[in-house]
């Protein structure tokens, strides 16, 4: 991601204009939480207000500028309602920033310090009045050279960033969701709503004329691209190549003309049709390494938590827990063929393979492309619906284990060992107790407190096991 572009509104009570000298320290003081914020955030500071009339056309300029959250800091007291009013009206996210200058308290302190100290009390008083009014509060507190406070800034930032993309999402729907899998069933609507990713219909007829139609020299590239990068299996044919590169290019290009962020594709429905000659399999793989997102069988809550997680982590997989393994307090997990290839192991080839799924009828047999992912420390999302209909995010650290590419397996796949401190079983329990559905998006790092808070931005709930 790009640094988020912040709007950082500093108060001050305007009976201490008074104090000539007051106003011109307090904005130096903002002056360095601008610097201090300046490693993640694009931050404005528009001046200190003092009074409403400030504080509106602030946050009004800060609109006009499309920010992606405002910070509002108490630089000295301020009462609530000079800021109360545009914080309730403002569509953009808001954060509270309960920080100071004065580190620490001796008994040489003045009452000057005290004075350019004492922003406590008007966040005490801004955070009372957000919540009589039923505005959500987001509230930081620490000092402003704190790493763990800066690092919570940071978070929020991220998250502020990823509810605009949110909010722009547009997801590929090819075929329709998979019958009887209902833990990922959707109201597109309620996506849109409570998300705001778009589900848009990719009929199969258009992509299968798309991917004839592809240029031939775009064709031999890709497919020389492969031979270079991946090992080719020697039994696949130039027909069967062709065939899921043409597929490849023509759900690239349809993906690009409808700014989409991501797709999902049910391989049932592709042998219905019968109007494509084979699976995206190899599609999905490279086009999550470009980083869209993908759901397997037609589940675009999984596309949309992919895409999500690829924006926050630069890389995300689409994957499933497949197998337990109680012995090492870990999970296989992988699917029928999709997986971000650029998250492989280093060390070992990535595989080109020709699919065995052979469940349904196809012209030429899909290809894929078959690893192991690096060992890392990971965050695992499963993007469902709960009760009464609000989406949830199900999220949990761990780690992808050390483990090697199982050719038998012949698919991407890897062990996951959760971050749990009761193993295994008291993992999987309060994932199912969660509602967590059986298809997740996974990226390296940990991005738990950030996906909780972009939970809190999106008012959908949040549920860490």
């Known amino acids: 991601m790009q640094q988020a572009k912040v709007g950082l509104l500093g108060l001050m009570l305007e009976l201490y204009d008074a104090l000539p000298d007051l106003k011109p320290r ?110 959500p509060i987001h509230l930081v507190t620490g000092h402003y050279q704190d790493e763990r406070a800066l690092a919570e800034t940071a978070s929020w930032c991220r998250a502020a960033q990823a509810v605009r993309a949110a909010r722009r999402m547009r997801i590929g729907l090819l075929g329709y969701p998979m019958e009887g899998m209902g833990d990922f069933g959707i109201d597109q609507t309620a996506l849109l709503a409570q998300m705001g990713a778009e589900v848009h219909h990719l009929a199969m007829k258009e992509i299968a004329a798309l991917a004839r139609t592809a240029p031939a020299e775009a064709i031999t590239k890709q497919m020389a691209d492969d031979r270079l990068g991946f090992a080719v299996d ?24 409808k700014g989409l962020h991501g797709f999902a594709a049910h391989f049932v429905a592709v042998g219905e049709e019968g109007w494509m000659e084979t699976l995206p399999f190899l ?106 209909g609000k989406l949830r995010f199900v999220v949990a650290e761990g780690e992808v284990m050390d483990f090697p590419y199982v050719s038998d397996l012949g698919r991407p796949h890897f062990m996951f060992r959760p971050g749990s401190p009761d193993g295994l079983p008291g993992f999987l329990t309060r994932f199912s107790l969660a509602g967590g559905s059986h298809h997740q998006a996974l990226a390296y790092g940990h991005w738990g407190s950030t996906l909780e808070k972009l939970a809190a931005l999106l008012g959908v709930d949040y549920v860490r096991v």
């Open 26 to 135: 307090m904005a130096a003081f903002a002056e360095e939480l601008v610097q201090s914020l300046s490693p993640v955030a694009k931050v404005d500071f528009p001046g200190v207000c003092s009074t409403r009339d400030q504080v509106d056309q602030a946050v009004a300029a800060f609109e006009a500028d499309d920010k992606d959250l405002i910070i509002v800091v108490l630089l000295t007291y301020a009462p609530s309602h000079i800021a109360l009013p545009a914080l309730l009206r403002t569509r953009l996210p808001v954060v509270i920033f309960n920080t100071q200058q004065l580190q620490s308290i001796t008994p040489n302190v003045t009452s000057e310090e005290t004075l350019r100290n004492h922003g406590m009390h008007g966040v005490q008083d801004l955070c009372n009045v957000l919540l009589r009014a039923g505005r």
């Open 234 to 257: 020697s039994s696949i044919t130039e027909r069967e190549h062709e065939a899921s590169s043409r597929l490849e290019w023509a759900l690239r290009m349809a993906i690009q003309e």
């Open 283 to 388: 599609a999905a793989a490279k086009l999550l390494g470009e980083g869209y997102g993908f759901g397997g069988e037609g589940d675009v809550t999984s596309a949309s938590a992919t895409a999500l997680m690829a924006g926050l982590a630069g890389a995300a997989n689409f994957t499933e827990m497949f197998t337990m393994d109680p012995a090492h307090d870990a999970v296989l997990m992988m699917h029928m063929g999709e997986g971000n290839w650029k998250m492989a192991r280093k060390d070992a080839p990535v595989h080109m393979l020709r699919s065995t799924l052979g469940l349904i009828d196809l012209k030429v047999a899909p290809l894929l492309l078959a690893f192991s992912l690096e060992p890392g420390e990971v965050t695992l999302l499963s993007l469902t619906t709960g009760s009464e």
